[in-house]
């Protein structure tokens, strides 16, 4: 929530220009609410590193070497389709590069923006990590083949059509936050029954996926209260098809499709992470007082059902299919 002085300088800086402040202008005037906010989620989160998971010392204890050396065989019975899917996990992660450029680009420097995104990069930093070393400790994937795919993805650059508009970036990141937190979930519960540590390891970065969304959810219900025309019609540029950070990695439609059919992510939980956006930013119970708004408030509200409609489409065109994969040693992933 903003507080009313806060409400009252934009409305006064509005009604002074006869125009609508920038968008900088706006997100400059909410700096106050995102300080209290990361006050918030620092005095609430519980700061966790990939060694609390995955050890690496001359002084581990014994029990921590067996469990280690015991590892890759534990990870043996993990399918093939959950090891797509903690890849693709993973490729998402390692591109955080390319996330916090785009924050610092859209956010601008020096303010509490910028304080956030260094915040937001190293908690996750970790995740990267951690999964990394997972992998490379249990041996469950061909490093060489993986790490060439990672290289691709940071090489290529990751360029959303944003057109310059910070708002399609806070809506990006709350769908994108609920949207990882909702694949490691999955893909965790999936892994456990072969390998419990895994399902731990995915359990915290969710939680931390989680505690993000809530920033940039409350980052976004700021903007909604000062701002809820231009800020819904930025919402519906990045909802009804989000372009998912991975898109440029090699193989991804492959791994996507993979993930689907493996019932751990696909575009009936997008339809669901779209829904509880919408919920939680409370559009339904927006009173925009220009045509322009209420014309975003109802083509937002229409997005699930045309999602919906989407899902039907792609499920009823779904045919047996194989598919296969250098990092895990191009075995063949079958569905009928
Ligand atoms: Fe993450
Ligand atoms: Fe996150």
Not at 191 to 209: T, Y
Not at 283 to 305: N, T
């Amino acid at each position: 929530m903003i507080s009313p002085q806060e409400a009252h300088v934009i409305t006064t800086t509005t009604a002074q220009k006869t125009s609508l402040p920038s968008k900088a202008e706006v997100l400059a005037s909410l700096e106050p609410l995102v300080e209290r906010n990361m006050a918030r989620h620092i005095e609430e989160r519980k700061l966790w590193m990939p060694s609390d998971f995955m050890p690496a010392s001359e002084q581990m204890t014994a029990e921590e070497e067996r469990d280690l050396r015991e590892l890759p065989d534990r990870v043996r019975g993990i399918p093939d389709a959950v090891r797509v899917s903690l890849a693709l996990n993973l490729l998402t992660e390692e591109g955080l590069p390319h996330f916090h450029r785009l924050i610092a680009v859209y956010m601008g420097n020096e303010n509490a923006w910028s304080r956030w995104n260094f915040l937001w990069t190293a908690e996750e930093d970790r995740h990267g990590c951690v999964l990394h070393d997972y992998v490379r400790d249990t041996r469950l994937f061909d490093m060489k083949a993986f790490e060439r795919l990672q290289y691709q993805y940071l090489e290529a650059g990751f360029d959303p059509d944003w057109h310059d508009d910070p708002y399609q970036l806070l809506a990006y990141t709350s769908l994108q936050e609920r949207a990882t937190q909702a694949a490691h979930a999955n893909t965790g519960k999936l892994a456990s029954k072969h390998e419990p540590m895994i399902q731990r390891i995915l359990g915290h970065i969710a939680a931390d996926e989680s505690r993000h969304f809530r920033f940039y959810r409350d980052a976004f219900i700021g903007l909604l209260e000062v701002d809820p025309t231009r800020a819904m019609e930025s919402a519906l540029k990045v909802m009804p098809r989000l372009a998912m950070p991975g898109h440029t990695i090699g193989g991804y439609i492959e791994m996507a499709e993979v993930v689907r059919r493996a019932g751990i992510y696909g575009p009936r939980d997008y339809r669901r992470v779209v829904a509880e956006c919408l919920e939680s930013w409370g559009i339904a119970d927006l009173r925009p007082e220009d045509a322009a708004g209420r014309e975003a408030q109802d083509k937002l509200m229409a997005v699930p059902a045309r999602l919906d409609k989407l899902s039907d489409i792609l499920e009823r065109r779904t045919k047996s299919k194989s598919f296969s994969f250098d990092f895990i040693y191009r075995r063949g992933i079958s569905f009928e």
